[in-house]
């Protein structure tokens, strides 16, 4: 399977803790994006990466959130210190950055904090 | 404010008849407007963008409309069928290009 996949698919953790997503994009993408999703909401932008750089981080997004892309590769997100407001599906996308072309998502990792 | 708004009401429809979703827009100038399919817990499916300067854009039943005097955009599927039921999603560059802003998406249901 040549599309965008995501690890976990589901979390459940304990209000307090860390929990840190993987996302493997398509791999000649060269931007990777991280939206956060809640029941009946669109997509919420959270970060872009163009290859290893940060390029845009949402002033929505709390100290408690840090995404990285070393090598221009995969992308972990890591959320501190976790609430229950974070409870929520976190979707990543790749796009080769091209006119004319879309965001291609994985299938989200559901986080559940208790 | 910016705004992105989406029919708000599930639209329910007999199959094999023409689907219409609205997607309206106020203060962006947006240079492209996309449209995605998601279905119940799975990321959003990339089905059609369209251009400031491109008024319809066609991929097999379905057909995209761009008005940027009205600032609206309308997605149809012809020939509906029940697979076709979902949430279709809009969404809008905004300014710098970078990233997508999104509406709330509308409810399609296509009934047998």
């Known amino acids: 399977d040549t599309g965008v996949s995501q690890d976990p698919r589901h979390k459940i953790t304990k209000r307090g803790q860390n929990v840190t997503f993987r996302c493997d994009p398509i791999?000649?993408?060269?931007?990777l994006y991280w939206y956060r999703q809640t029941l009946g909401q669109g997509p919420e932008f959270l970060t872009y990466f163009q290859n290893e750089a940060q390029l845009e981080k949402s002033r929505l997004l709390s100290d408690r959130f840090s995404a990285e892309r070393p090598k221009g590769s995969f992308s972990t997100l890591e959320i501190q210190r976790t609430e229950q407001g974070d409870s929520a599906m976190y979707l990543c996308?790749?796009?080769?950055?091209?006119?004319?072309?879309?965001?291609?998502f994985g299938p989200g990792t559901r986080l559940t904090v208790l | 404010s910016q705004k992105i708004e989406q029919n708000s009401e599930a639209l329910n429809i007999q199959e094999g008849k023409t689907a219409t979703l609205t997607c309206n827009y106020t203060n962006y100038s947006p240079a492209y407007l996309q449209w995605y399919r998601q279905d119940p817990g799975r990321g959003p499916v990339f089905l059609l963008l369209?251009?400031?300067n491109e008024k319809e854009k066609r991929k097999e039943r379905l057909k995209v409309t761009f008005d940027t005097t009205l600032k609206q955009s309308l997605f149809h599927i012809t020939a509906s069928q029940p697979a076709d039921s979902a949430t279709y999603l809009c969404a809008l560059y905004a300014g710098n290009n970078r990233k997508l802003i999104w509406g709330l998406g509308t409810s399609l249901a296509v009934n047998p």
């Open positions: 369209i251009r400031e």
């Open positions: 996308a790749s796009s080769p950055g091209l006119a004319g072309v879309g965001q291609f």
């Open positions: 791999s000649e993408h060269n931007r």
